[in-house]
Every structure is written in C-alpha cells, then in structure tokens.
C-alpha cells in the first residue's frame, strides 16, 4: 500500500469517487484504479462505495460504480472479505431509495468485486473483451478437468448468456449513459427517437388490429408482436392496451 500511494498521491487508494451530471442527470460515480494494487477491495475500497451511496441517496442521484479488480485485497485478511456485504449494503441503500444502480465492467472484474456488488446492478454494462469472473480460466478448467467454451468470462460471452445487459465500446458510453438515466429518472418524458411515427402506423396496422380482432392471425405474427412489446416495454418507449375495451384501440405512447 505504501508504495501504491507513492506513486499515485497520499491517501490515494483504489477508488475514486466523482459527483456531477450526466445528460443533465444527477449521479455519483464510484471508479476503480487498477493502478493502485490492481483494484483490490480493502476498507478504503468499502469505505468509498458506502459514502458514495450515502451521498447519491442524499442527493436522489443514480449511483454508477465502475469495477476494474482482481479481487479483494490479500494484504488486510478478513477485513477485506467484509466490504463484500458492505458493498452490497451499499448497493441496497441506493435501491431502496428508488434510485438507479448501474454497474459498468471493465478489464478485469473478478474475485470478490464480482460476486458482489458487481453483479447486482439494476442495469449491467460492460465494456468489449472485458475480463468477468471469479476465479481465472485456468484454474476453473483444472478443477472440473474441462475444457471451458471460446470467449468463456469475457463481456460478449455474459451478454450472450443474459449475465450482461449490453456492451458497450468506450466511445459510446457517455451517450448510453445518458441516456439510461434519462430513461431511469426521467420516466414522464417520452422517448420517441426510438419509435417513429411511421413504425407505431405499421404496428398499428400489421399488428395490433388483426392481434385484437384474433382472427386468422399466423401464429408467427402473435410471436413477432409478443417479442417487440416485450423489448418495447424494457425500454420504457410504448405500452400497448390489452383491455376488452373499444377505446383502448390503438397504440399508446407513454412512460412505465
């Protein structure tokens, strides 16, 4: 530790917090430093992720914490392994207020960063070819004596297998951010970049009147539109009356 705060400043550890805006969005960041002992989580590390919380739940901001470890940290023994629950806690403090819990993984995010508070964000980003797991590959594959899967732990795997909701390249986040926070804390305005007016016509059309009427309808059109309410409704874009009840006809644009 000592020579970890040499070189990057006294009272440096491996986080660092940051308050402001993003696409006019209050929230707090909590950043990794893989500089400093590879990101390791001691009590500095559990300390910061608590006060981060406290001050995004303080000042209703969404909390953004940004993961680049190797774990928890060696060097202080059991008072490593408890900023596990701490930063869970952390995490529960911030949703419990309402607030969004987002979670960008960056290379690496392993050990015990991952099988905590990393993993438990309401929207989980990572970056391309970032490194995600516990234990390493190696070892994973010595035990079970298994050859493990191409691309195993790395972000376009866990996306794949619903562990990651979107990667993202580095140059796209700051747009994505914004945003995901707009949609997250901004639920009265409506979002219709994504929903033109001429695909809500086609949908009203080609969809949504043969769905009610329920009449000779193939079955891969009911498929379709289940798939694409589905997506649209993650998204906060469109809610589509289910109601018996002419003046329900149509499609509704709204927020959820």
Do not use: C
């Amino acid at each position: 530790m000592g020579e970890g705060q040499a070189a990057l400043g006294a009272g440096s550890d491996a986080i660092v917090l940051a308050e402001g805006r993003i696409g006019g969005i209050a929230a707090v960041v909590a950043a990794f430093d893989f500089a400093f002992m590879g990101g390791s989580m001691g009590l500095a590390v559990g300390e910061g992720l608590v006060a981060a919380a406290r001050r995004a739940v303080e000042h209703e901001a969404a909390l953004i914490v940004v993961p680049a470890s190797g774990g928890a940290r060696m060097q202080e023994g059991i008072l490593s392994l408890m900023q596990m629950p701490r930063a869970v806690l952390a995490a529960d403090m911030v949703k419990e207020a309402g607030l969004p819990y987002v979670v960008l993984l960056t290379d690496p995010t392993t050990g015990g960063v991952s099988t905590s508070f990393a993993m438990l964000g309401d929207v989980t980003l990572a970056e391309p070819g970032a490194v995600i797991g516990f234990a390493g590959a190696r070892v994973i594959e010595e035990t079970i004596r298994e050859k493990l899967p191409e691309r195993f732990q790395r972000a376009e795997y866990l996306y794949e297998h619903g562990m990651v909701d979107q990667v993202v390249p580095r140059a796209e986040l700051r747009a994505t951010l914004a945003r995901l926070l707009s949609l997250l804390r901004e639920p009265g305005v409506t979002h219709v970049a994504a929903a033109t007016d001429h695909v809500i016509e086609s949908w009203r059309n080609d969809v949504y009147a043969p769905y009610k009427s329920s009449v000779g309808v193939p079955e891969e059109l009911l498929v379709q539109f289940a798939d694409a309410e589905r997506a649209l409704r993650a998204l906060g874009i469109v809610t589509w009356p289910m109601v018996e009840d002419e003046a329900d006809d149509g499609i509704l644009i709204a927020d959820l």
